[in-house]
Nanobody, 116 residues
Framework: QEQFVESGGALVQPGGSLNLSCAGS????????MGWYRQAPGSERDFLAA????????FIREAVRDRFTISRDNAKNTVYLQMNGLKSEDTAVYYC?????????WGQGTQVTVST
């Protein structure tokens, strides 16, 4: 069984940066590809980025590819999402999960609000 706890969300001004963290609780964390997802108000949850189990291969959705970076530290059971140049449309709850996502492993997410 795996549980994910996201953190690092905050209220930031447009153009700002945030580094989100996601800590996995299980011993199997390092065996899985991981992903970041987000859900904006009134919208479906969308995929953003993925990283292979060993951290060598990453994929970032084109819409945010020039601003977001995904990384992981398997020794800490943690995956990160570095977000730069934040825009109002990045306002959402951000989640991590396996990639592809496992239905039973969604956490509470972390709120990111981009506003003046």
């Amino acid at each position: 069984q795996e549980q994910f706890v996201e953190s690092g969300g905050a209220l930031v001004q447009p153009g700002g940066s945030l580094n989100l963290s996601c800590a996995g609780s299980g011993n199997i964390f390092k065996q899985f590809d991981m992903g970041w997802y987000r859900q904006a108000p009134g919208s479906e949850r969308d995929f953003l980025a993925a990283i292979s189990w060993h951290g060598v291969t990453t994929f970032i959705r084109e819409a945010v590819r020039d601003r977001f970076t995904i990384s992981r530290d398997n020794a800490k059971n943690t995956v990160y999402l570095q977000m730069n140049g934040l825009k109002s449309e990045d306002t959402a709850v951000y989640y991590c999960n396996h990639y592809p996502a496992s239905r039973d492993y969604w956490g509470q997410g972390t709120q990111v609000t981009v506003s003046t």
